[in-house]
C-alpha cells in the first residue's frame, strides 16, 4: 500500500451517481402518474443510440434535445418531456457525504477533479451541488464536445488538468467508463456508495485509517 500511496497524487471524480443520486424516474413518474411510463422513458433516455448522448456532447441546445427526445420515445407527451428538460437538473440530490471526503482528500495532500458527462445545464445544476465547488478543476463534456466513455475525453483530461494518468485514480459509477479508464492508463475504482469509496481509500492508503 506505501508505494500506491506514493503513486497516486490526485483523484478524478465522475458527477452523476457519484456526487448526486440520479432521480430522473422519480421526475418522470411525478410528471406522468405512471410507473411503467417512467421506466420505459429511462430506458430509451439513456440507450446508446439516442439523443441524450449528443445532448451531452453539446452538440444539441435544449430546444433541439426536446425535439430529439419527442421522435425517440413518442410515448411520452410532448408537454411531459418539455418539463422535464427545465426541471431535471433539480433532481440531482446531493450525497452529503460526499463533501466530507473531498475534504477529507484534500487535508490528506490530494487534488480532486471532476470529469462529467453533462450538458450546458451544468451550469444550473452547479451551485446546487456544494462538493463539486470544492474541487480542484472541473471537465463538462458539453465544453469540450467529447463523451465517456470515449478514449478521447480521457486523454484530454490527462493534458487539460496536467496530470499522469498512473498518478490518478478515476472513480465512476458506470462500468463502461471504468474500463475505458483503465485502458487509457488510469487507476480506477467503480463506485457504490460513499462509504465503501471510503473504505476503499482507506484500504489504498489515500486516507488516514479511521481511530479504534
Known amino acids: 500500500m506505501k508505494g500506491f500511496l ?15 443520486d440520479i432521480q430522473f424516474f422519480q421526475l418522470m413518474e411525478k410528471l406522468t402518474g405512471d410507473s411503467a411510463k417512467a421506466a420505459l422513458f429511462m430506458d430509451r433516455l439513456f ?8 445532448y451531452d456532447q453539446g452538440l444539441l441546445d435544449q430546444q433541439e ?8 420515445i413518442p410515448e411520452i407527451q410532448p408537454e411531459v418531456l418539455a418539463s422535464f428538460i427545465t426541471e431535471w437538473h433539480r ?18 495532500g490530494l487534488k480532486c477533479y471532476l470529469l462529467s458527462n453533462f450538458s450546458k445545464q451544468f451550469e444550473e445544476f452547479e451551485p446546487l451541488c456544494p462538493a463539486i465547488r470544492h474541487l ?25 488538468f496536467k496530470i499522469a ?9 458506470t462500468e463502461p467508463n471504468i474500463t475505458a479508464a483503465r485502458a487509457a492508463g488510469f487507476h480506477a475504482y467503480h463506485f457504490q456508495n460513499a462509504a465503501d ?16
Open 47 to 54: 440507450d446508446a443510440n439516442g439523443p441524450w448522448r449528443l
Open 165 to 173: 494518468p498512473a498518478e490518478t485514480l478515476f472513480i465512476d459509477d
Open 136 to 160: 480542484d478543476g472541473k471537465l463538462i463534456s458539453y465544453r469540450i464536445h467529447l463523451i465517456k466513455p470515449s478514449r478521447e475525453i480521457f486523454d484530454y483530461a490527462a493534458s487539460f
Open 91 to 108: 433532481w440531482l440530490p446531493t450525497f452529503p457525504e460526499m463533501e466530507h471526503l473531498i475534504d477529507d482528500l484534500h487535508q490528506a
Open 6 to 20: 506514493q503513486m497516486i497524487k490526485q483523484i478524478l471524480f465522475d458527477c452523476g451517481g457519484v456526487f448526486v
Open 197 to 212: 469509496l471510503r473504505a476503499e481509500l482507506r484500504a489504498r492508503g489515500l486516507l488516514p485509517q479511521q481511530n479504534t
Open 65 to 72: 434535445i426536446l425535439h430529439a427526445l419527442e421522435k425517440w
